[in-house]
């Protein structure tokens, strides 16, 4: 079966740099890693294993100038009867050389062996767990900002060892299992020969130390459980569903690292006459006939005080007035929503005879011809908002 062009192989283009080969090799390599596929069937894993083989053979010849000047002119020729790029699975030949620098085997190993070829020193620290805190608030409350104290438990850091897990008076001692370290290497066997893993130390954490005496409160963990009380600004203009990030505010880390986050989550509850659509406060309110019919100056309620309005003579059922301002807050910083007021006309009952007389003398009073009714959201367009 002939050989397919090896730039075809790493999807490069001929006048490829060293870089576009070296990233598209590394790219195809992890792919088609064969063990990515140690769960797959049979065919799949030779499929994967023929892939893995041509792609390294591809890489070990057009990584190198000589022998990518010598495929250029002469293309798989050039290597016919000469042993090829290699022998064996993966065309390794000897040591690692066939499979390009030792930076790329380390990089595709780390995904696969936690690390494959790891440096020296201490494992990195891991910060805490993060916290959920569920608030709820009133309409009022978001619109104008509040500050609130909130009460939550956590594990935190142990105040009878101060987070070091050895009892007060007794000193730290360098662990036994990993001499100081903090980590452990293990080696470990796979089809490309044997590597070298490393992992935290189980018994230090990464530390590479441990108490002589455990900690009576902790038990050496260095971790105790604790109720933190403390004050949260809420900021104006906040709305529900949103969150607060309050920055190591969550549990220790259980190896020396930061606490983790607490996130509040607001709730705000249902007004019983307000209703809020983005930055915009609705309301509905009655007025009286006479109101309606000959005009006057109401009071509307709002989030922060009343206010008063005209109603003009003739104002009929579900017209929608706009106060200016009177919204809540961007939380970004600029602007103000405004009310929208939606009146209704209440219809009066209990009428006394005359008052009965009076209305039917008003069905003589000429009216304009009666439009088709708007909805409501039509009504808004005529707002201009």
């Not at 065919?43 to 010849?61: L, M, P, T, W």
Request: hydrophobic share 30%; net charge positive; charged share 30%.
């Amino acid at each position: 079966m002939s050989k397919r062009d090896y730039y075809e192989v790493l999807g490069i283009t001929k006048g490829a740099s060293e870089a576009e080969i070296k990233k598209a090799y590394r790219k195809m390599a992890m792919k088609f890693h064969p063990d990515k596929f140690s769960n797959a069937t049979d065919k799949e894993k030779e499929e994967a294993e023929s892939k893995f083989k041509e792609i390294n053979d591809a890489y070990q010849v057009l990584s190198d100038s000589q022998k990518k000047a010598q495929y250029d002119k002469f293309g798989h020729a050039a290597f016919d009867g000469a042993g090829g790029a290699g022998s064996g699975f993966g065309g390794f030949g000897s040591g690692f050389g066939g499979f390009g620098d030792f930076d790329d085997l380390g990089d595709i190993f780390s995904s696969f062996f936690g690390g494959g070829r790891q440096g020296g020193g201490r494992s990195r620290v891991t910060p805490g767990q993060d916290l959920r805190y569920n608030l709820e608030i009133s309409l009022k409350e978001a619109a104008e900002g509040i500050e609130k104290k909130i009460k939550y438990s956590r594990r935190g850091k142990c105040k009878t060892c101060d987070g070091s897990g050895a009892e007060p008076g007794s000193s730290m001692k360098t662990c036994s299992k990993c001499n100081g370290s903090g980590r452990i290497e293990e080696m470990q066997r796979t089809m490309f020969g044997v590597f070298q893993n490393v992992t935290e130390c189980p018994e230090c954490h990464g530390k590479g130390k441990v108490p002589e005496k455990k900690c009576h409160t902790c038990g050496g963990s260095g971790i105790d459980k604790e109720v933190v009380e403390r004050s949260v600004k809420i900021p104006a203009g906040i709305d529900d569903g949103q969150r607060l990030r309050l920055s190591g505010m969550g549990e220790a880390s259980t190896d020396g690292g930061p606490n983790g986050d607490l996130y509040i989550y607001i709730t705000v509850t249902p007004h019983e006459l307000f209703k809020r659509v983005d930055n915009d406060i609705y309301c509905k309110l009655p007025i009286s006939f006479a109101t309606a019919a000959l005009g006057g100056e109401i009071e509307v309620p709002t989030l922060d005080s009343p206010v008063k309005m005209k109603i003009p003579a003739g104002t009929q059922n579900g017209k929608l007035f706009k106060l200016k301002d009177k919204g809540i807050v961007n939380p970004r910083g600029y602007g103000k929503g405004d009310q929208i007021v939606e009146i209704f006309v209440e219809v009066p009952t209990n009428l006394t005879e005359k008052q009965k007389e009076i209305i039917k003398q008003l069905e003589d009073i000429p009216t304009k011809k009666h439009e088709k009714k708007k909805g409501f959201f039509d009504k808004l367009k005529d707002l201009d908002l």
